[in-house]
Structure formats: C-alpha cells, structure tokens
C-alpha cells in the first residue's frame, strides 16, 4: 500500500514563508505524479490549489506555488496571510490510482 | 467554469448499498478527463474511493475495491459511485471531482452521507 506523507503540523508567522512537503513511499516524486495541492477551512471542502507541480487556477493566490523539491512534492507561501491558517492535502497519481496525503495542518501565529 | 453536484441519500442502513450519483456541467465528461469519487470520514483526512474514465475505464482503491462501482453516463453527463455492504465506518462526506492527470481540482460541495439504523 503506496503511503503519502506530509507534516502533520507547521507554524508560521504573517508576512512569514513556510513550505510544506509531500513525499512518496516509493521513492522520490517526479512531474509524472502530477503532483496537487488542496487547501480546505472546517467545516468546507477542499479547495484546489495547485495541479501537475506548479500549475495554478485561476482562483490561487498568487502567494501560493508548487515546486518539487529534494524528491519531494512542495507548496511554498510566501508572505503568509491570517486567512491562510488551513488543513492542506497533497494528492499524487500513480498511473490512475490517487493516493492524498495525511495533511498538514498550518497555524498563523 | 466547470462545476460538480453530488446527490443521493443522506441516511443508509448498515449492510446495505450507498448510490451516489455526480452532475457535471460546464464540460462534457466525453471530452476527456478521469472523474472520480473521495470521502472524509468526520474529524479525518481525504481518501480516495476510485476514478473513471468517459471510456469506462476504471481504478479504485484497493482498500475498497471488492465493495465499490464507480459508472458513467454520458448522455446525461454524470456519472455514480455505489459502496455495497456498507457500516457505521463508511460514515463520511462524500465529494466528486475531476482528478489527475491534467487540470484536475475541480471539486463538488460535497454530501454527508451517514450509516445508521
């Protein structure tokens, strides 16, 4: 059973930078995982962030950006916002099965 | 803009059969693009159920495989989940999306769905 993990919890401060990660227990995430960040606040859903890597919607914060990194999957924010306090998931794809991530949850303090 | 709906019932009874069904509009599901099903059990992360195909093909998540149908209808351009054998485990919020490859992230509200007698 493929597994996907984040850190369970960061902190960080407004105005601050943070990077989450997310890593492939099979070794290490390339393009071909199409990598994809969510964002979700309680009591919504998921709100897409980032597809294939580095690729934004038309709706991401332009704070927001998807790189890989030491052979992992990461989401960096940069000039971080009090509104940006969330659980946030990664997704990988293996040739059609998906596999999210633990989450990691970021506070803004 | 792309946009997903999920309907069915909100209450199912232990050992019986959870039916879903996702109504997309802004784009045709012929058009391309996999199409699948996620859940979050209340208090826990996000789980894949399974994806599909406008083809009909299929992937589903080994943990759920012998209980889960996932189908397409592409004359109405939606298509449906069904988890049989449900229990009190399988309570959860239940969303349909557009997934990976390509620009994937499009997501349904979501829909409570809970199991209890």
């Known amino acids: 059973q493929t597994v996907v993990t984040q850190e369970p919890s960061l902190t960080v401060s407004p105005g601050g930078t943070v990077t989450l990660t997310c890593a492939s227990s099979t070794g290490a995430v390339t393009s071909g995982y199409y990598p994809n960040w969510f964002q979700q606040k309680p009591g919504q859903a998921p709100r897409a962030l980032i597809y294939?890597?580095?690729n934004k919607h038309s709706w991401t914060p332009a704070r927001f950006s998807g790189s890989l990194l030491g052979g992992k999957a990461a989401l960096t924010l940069s000039g971080v916002q009090p509104e940006d306090e969330a659980e946030y998931y990664c997704?990988?794809?293996?040739?059609?099965?998906?596999?999210f991530g633990g989450g990691t949850k970021l506070t803004v303090l | 803009q792309v946009q997903l709906q999920e309907s069915g019932p909100g209450l199912v009874k232990p050992s019986e059969t959870l039916s879903l069904t996702c109504a997309v509009s802004g784009y045709s599901i012929s058009s391309g693009y996999y199409w699948g099903w996620i859940r979050q059990p209340p208090g826990k992360g996000l789980e894949w159920i399974g994806s599909i195909y406008h083809s009909g093909s299929t992937y589903y998540n080994p943990s759920l495989k012998s209980r889960v149908t996932i189908s397409v209808d592409t004359s109405k351009n939606q298509f449906s989940l069904k988890l049989s054998s449900v229990t009190a485990a399988d309570t959860a919020v239940y969303y349909c999306?557009?997934?990976?490859?390509?620009?994937?992230?499009?997501w349904g509200q979501g829909t409570l769905v809970t199991v209890s007698s």
């Open positions: 294939s890597t580095s």
């Open positions: 997704l990988l794809y293996y040739g059609g099965q998906v596999v």
């Open positions: 999306a557009r997934l990976p490859p390509g620009n994937s992230g499009y």
